[in-house]
């Protein structure tokens, strides 16, 4: 079983930066590949980033690419996405993810846990 805790969210002009942190329970975080997924008003959820269990392959949705950073801390039993350059579209509430794969397939099907989530509203 893994719980995750995202933070990090909130209110910011278009064009700013946030942070989000999600911090895992248990002592197998790294044999899990780690994502992000957003979800907005009216909206089905969708994948935004993920990380290999290693840290050393990543993989974004492409209305992301360049501005988004999936980051991990294995000894701390973190992840983090740095996102830049903020949109208005990018107004969601933002989920972290474990799942129990490569990471890769997270872009294709449900990861195995969720966190409950994080608000984050980029205003226009």
């Known amino acids: 079983q893994v719980q995750l805790v995202e933070s990090g969210g909130g209110l910011v002009q278009a064009g700013g930066s946030l942070r989000l942190s999600c911090a895992a329970s248990?002592?197998?975080?790294?044999?899990?590949?780690m994502g992000w997924f957003r979800q907005a008003p009216g909206k089905e959820r969708e994948f935004v980033a993920a990380?290999?269990?290693?840290?050393?392959?990543?993989f974004y949705t492409d209305s992301v690419k360049g501005r988004f950073t999936i980051s991990r801390n294995n000894a701390k039993n973190t992840v983090s996405l740095q996102m830049n350059s903020l949109k208005p579209e990018d107004t969601a509430v933002y989920y972290c993810?474990?799942?129990?794969?490569?990471?890769?397939?997270?872009?294709?099907?449900?990861?195995?846990?969720w966190g409950q989530g994080t608000q984050v509203t980029v205003s226009s």
């Open positions: 248990g002592r197998t975080f790294s044999s899990y590949a």
């Open positions: 990380i290999s269990r290693s840290g050393g392959s990543t």
């Open positions: 993810a474990a799942d129990n794969s490569d990471g890769v397939s997270m872009r294709y099907t449900p990861p195995d846990y």
